[in-house]
């Protein structure tokens, strides 16, 4: 009978080689197995990007992914389902999607028109918030889900209530190797005579390797003959944060050790060929990793159905699949466990090769061959149960469906307001003025973009200039002795003031806060954590409500990694406090406000009050900065509909004429901030709507009509006067768009990571 093929088209998304990663790997294996066993199925691999211009990939990728932006895995979508590809087959590992937790897969595979077969490298027991909503979507989004190891099937029902019926257990594929005699391979590498034990992988700190060097001279003590093999490249991520530190310490301590004519590094990627042979040539393998938390390892796989007697820690996967005499496990970070071990192998021929012949004949199920036909049949399964998430159209989305399109995110004037010492404060046009100089508050703002752009995937180049030059600059502005920052300096680099003002701590104070909470960068932690601890103490003693607010902003931030602070927190206590007591004074039926006044900076206050109230969990502080922020955003609306910032020009006192301009970018600003701090504390997506009402000012949704930002340059006048734009593009003006912009961004890619698109125009 004529054999029909139903899955025709299949597409793998995830990583693939060249980069240098198990999951590339992992995926140019699967593809190529699928498309060997199953000639007729046309396979094709959709590949993500971790750096900038991507890989010099294969023919087979046929489209690719920035990780970083969100409307690439949009873009990617429709690809696929216009393509009619009848699966995808998604590899998923929490730390190769861009987003919180790798959240933008989420979007991608909500924007599908075909079944989707889930193969997860990473079940967490103890998952984040965000890893524990990706998950939980991933499930929901998957006809079918792959696991490698039954524990990773039964925390998926336990941990995040997955139906069984649903998940198919599929071992991590192998080459098929013969049970070869180590011996063969041996002269390849200069250690015929010797006895062999093998690591190979990325190398970064969780290895556990220190612990095999550590075992070593005991080890050598009986067998002498013994050379360890390390195998593997630094990690990518571990090279491009660490550099060779890593290894470098392995080094000194083997020379420590004194045993560095026993241990050889082969600091390279190696292709399959090449890493069969070094397998081969191992009479133990060794993998001691650090931590139980390891669903699936792809080293282990390999050297375990090649047939080699394997000494582990006991991680997830290895506990499985070493069990029933398969392999020995040794306790985690124990040394003298893995060289008694090791010693007893080597003394033992009869159990070293029962143990080999049990792993290799246990092997013969993982080979890639039979891995491909276990995968079809999860695909022709997965096709049946999509069949009417197959049928449906490639719907086209009304505008009202869609998210809003954003400006695109340029730095080139911020790059043109900044020299070496920091970003100027203003600009005549799009010329920096020199003669205007530097400002604390500015370059405290440039510091929180920056991060803010890191967490978007930005340039990573320019982004870094940009976080170090103004990390500098506020290092540079505080004064050792008055525990005070300075805040304005000529172009000749003289500070023109004793100390900066009440607000220009409280600004600083903010900016360090988020170098502690969220900089990746560790030298950006410890600078901005030694100079938060020692400006926070000024703050008790200032009497302005926004110095305040700005304070509490950094607190939280700071508290994002370090919220056993005692005496943080105890600051935070007072002054949401504070806060909460001005407005109880100041509110009136008719003004739900701090102050008599609304001024500068106006959306602030409440979004202090929102953050603090949310973080802490008191409801009545959380209410009632939600209360005072809906009552400015009344305030703010025109009777068009837009947002209408109170103008600079003579402000709003109660009881008064309030004044329509000049208007301010950082009103806009502000404004967008605290209203997505409230979307966040409510999930309440009018909160949305309203963020974005006050960002469309900045675009032309304002009186006049009139674009702020500039399209070619990321650069945004400084005001809306009542008959134009105020054309020069100051420093604190460009910041305000361009932190609005960023923040806004970030929330995008939430709200389309974790659920349908909304309508979010007013």
């Keep these: ?101 790798g ?9 599908l028109r075909m079944p989707v077969v889930t193969t997860l490298h990473t079940v967490l027991r103890d998952p984040s918030a965000d890893q524990r909503r990706v998950m939980r979507g991933l499930i929901s989004l998957s006809t079918r889900l792959v696991v490698m190891a ?28 013969g049970f070869v005699d180590p011996t063969y391979f041996k002269d390849q590498f200069g250690v015929e005579g010797k006895v062999v034990l093998l690591t190979f992988g990325l190398l970064s700190p969780n290895k556990g390797i220190e612990g095999v060097l550590n075992a070593l001279p005991d080890i050598l003590a009986e067998f002498p003959e013994v050379v360890y093999i390390v195998l593997g490249a630094t990690h990518p991520n571990e090279l491009r944060e660490h550099g060779e530190a890593y290894r470098v310490s392995l080094e000194l301590l083997a020379k420590k050790n004194r045993i560095e004519k026993n241990v050889i590094f082969y600091n390279r990627f190696v292709d399959l060929e090449n890493l069969k042979e070094f397998i081969g040539a191992a009479d133990l393998y060794i993998t001691p990793y650090l931590n139980e938390a390891q669903i699936t390892s792809g080293t282990l796989a390999y050297a375990f159905g090649s047939g080699k007697a394997v000494v582990s820690t006991p991680y997830w996967h290895a506990a499985e699949l070493l069990a029933e005499d398969r392999g020995v496990l040794v306790p985690f970070g124990d040394a003298p466990a893995i ?11 009869t159990r070293r090769h029962a143990i080999r012949k049990n792993a290799y004949r246990l092997g013969r199920e993982m080979v890639w061959s039979n891995v ?93 200039d940009v976080t170090t030059t103004c990390a500098a600059f506020l290092y540079h502005a505080f004064d050792q002795k008055t525990k ?85 927190n ?16 100041n509110s009136k039926p008719d003004w739900c406000w701090f102050e008599d006044e609304l001024s500068y900076d106006n959306a602030k206050l409440a979004h202090a009050l929102i953050l603090s109230g949310s973080a802490t969990g008191q409801q009545a502080v959380l209410e009632r900065g939600l209360q005072a922020l809906r009552w400015l955003n009344e305030v703010q609306i025109s009777e068009k509909g837009h947002f209408r910032p109170i103008g600079s020009n003579g402000f709003y006192r109660r009881g008064g004429a309030r004044a329509n301009f000049d208007q301010q970018p950082i009103e806009a600003q502000a404004m967008a901030s605290a209203c997505l701090e409230a979307f966040r504390a409510t999930s309440d997506y009018w909160w949305y709507e309203q963020a974005q009402r006050a960002f469309d000012w900045f675009v032309g949704w304002n009186d006049l009509g009139l674009e702020l930002y500039s399209p070619e ?24 768009f361009l932190l609005s912009l960023a923040e806004m961004r970030l929330a995008q890619n939430m709200v389309t990571s974790f659920k349908e698109p909304i309508a979010i125009g007013a």
Aim: some cysteine; aromatic content about 8%; proline content about 4%.
């Design 713 to 736: 340059s990321g650069g945004c006048g400084d005001g809306l006067h009542v008959d134009r734009v105020n054309r020069n593009q100051g420093a604190e003006s460009t910041l305000a």
């Design 150 to 177: 039954e524990r990773g099937r039964q925390m998926l029902q336990d941990v995040y209530d997955a139906p069984p019926a649903k998940i198919d257990l599929i071992a991590h594929g192998i080459p098929d190797v």
């Design 372 to 464: 491909a036909q276990l995968y079809m049949h999860t695909f022709e399964s997965s096709r049946l149960e999509g069949a009417a998430r197959s049928r449906k159209s490639l719907a086209t989305k009304t505008l009202d469906q869609r998210p809003r399109e954003l400006p695109e995110l340029k730095l080139n004037h911020l790059m043109r307001m900044t020299d070496s010492t920091g970003v100027f404060q203003h600009a005549i046009f799009g010329v920096p003025n020199f003669s205007e100089g530097y400002c604390t508050d500015d370059n405290a703002r440039g510091f929180i973009l920056a991060v803010l752009l890191g967490e978007l995937g930005e340039d990573a180049e320019r982004q870094l």
């Design 1 to 101: 009978m004529k054999e029909t093929f139903k899955v025709r088209k299949i597409a793998f998304v995830g990583d693939h080689l060249p980069r240098k990663c198990g999951i590339a790997t992992f995926t140019s294996d699967l593809l190529a197995a699928v498309a060997i066993a199953h000639p007729r199925s046309q396979c094709f691999s959709v590949s993500v990007n971790d750096i900038k211009g991507g890989y010099e990939y294969p023919e087979v990728v046929r489209f690719e992914i920035e990780e970083q932006d969100l409307s690439s895995y949009l873009r990617a979508a429709d690809f696929l389902n216009i393509s009619n590809v009848d699966i995808v087959c998604l590899q998923h590992e929490f730390g190769i999607f861009g987003g919180p937790a």
């Design 570 to 585: 105890q600051t935070r206590e007072v002054l949401t406090c504070r806060l909460m007591d001005l407005l109880e004074m």
């Design 484 to 568: 005070r920052f300075h805040n304005h300096m000529s172009f000749d680099r003289r500070w023109l003031d004793d100390q900066g003002s009440e607000d220009c701590q409280g600004r600083a104070l903010w900016a360090l806060g988020v170098g502690v909470g969220r900089s990746p960068f560790r030298s950006f932690q410890v600078m901005a954590g030694q100079l938060f601890a020692m400006a926070l103490p000024a703050l008790m003693g200032f009497t302005s409500p926004r110095a305040w607010a700005f304070g509490l902003i950094g607190i939280h931030e700071y508290l994002r990694r370090l919220e056993g602070d005692s005496l943080v």
């Design 103 to 111: 959240s933008h897969i989420l979007a991608f595979l909500r924007e």
């Design 339 to 349: 060289a008694r071990e090791v010693i007893g192998l080597l003394r033992d021929d």
